[in-house]
């Protein structure tokens, strides 16, 4: 079993700050459970543009509030603490923070550890393991 806290996480390899947000990664691809756990913070008046070309993404909001939409023109979708949205055809979309919102973000496959956004939106695809 495995039992970890947040706080213990920060400033190690499973932390990883952008502009935008900082995401606590508490489950990864080598933790083996076939999926990833985030504990996510996105700022409050960002605007961040995706597209998980490579990865299925659930975001669950526990905290604050903001919108999602599907590019380039779907509906908007407000967020508030409950709401979670799935992107399970590979959406490009916008995630906008009217103020700061706190997620916890599940990852199929799993993410491996530092990932950022590349300038399409993407995480790289997972690595077949060695
Ligand atoms: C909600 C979202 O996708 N934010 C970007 C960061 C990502 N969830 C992560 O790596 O935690």
Redesign the pocket.
Known sequence: MIVRHRSKLLGTDRE?ETPN?T?RRLLLARDGMGFSL?D?V?RAGTE?V?EYRHHL?A?YCIEGEGEVQILPDGPVHPIRAGTVYALDGNERHA?RAKRRMR?V?VFNPP?TGQ?VHGDDGAYPPAKEPS
């Open positions: 990883v947000w995401s985030h996510t996105i961040t995706m993404e975001v995630l997620m973000c993410v990932e």
